[in-house]
């Protein structure tokens, strides 16, 4: 059974600001052939993230991505 609980800002920033940094890498990888958009939604753009602490699977990140063709 998961045991999630809400993550703080604080704690959740560092590993926002990784994701959106890996993220824009791959932006770059992909530019050649096309490219995307992404936003955070659901839980992420409330800043409402949680994690489950006794099985350490890590934090809840949600994002759209939308492909755009070149």
Do not use: W
Request: net charge negative; proline share 3%.
């Amino acid at each position: 059974m998961h045991n999630f609980i809400y993550v703080t800002k604080n704690e959740a920033k560092p590993i926002k600001n990784e994701l959106y940094q890996i993220l824009f890498q791959v932006q770059d990888i992909v530019r050649d052939s096309f490219t995307f958009q992404f936003t955070p939604v659901g839980s992420s753009s409330k800043n409402m993230i949680t994690y489950d602490k006794t099985s350490n699977i890590g934090f809840d990140f949600d994002f759209n991505i939308a492909v755009i063709l070149q």
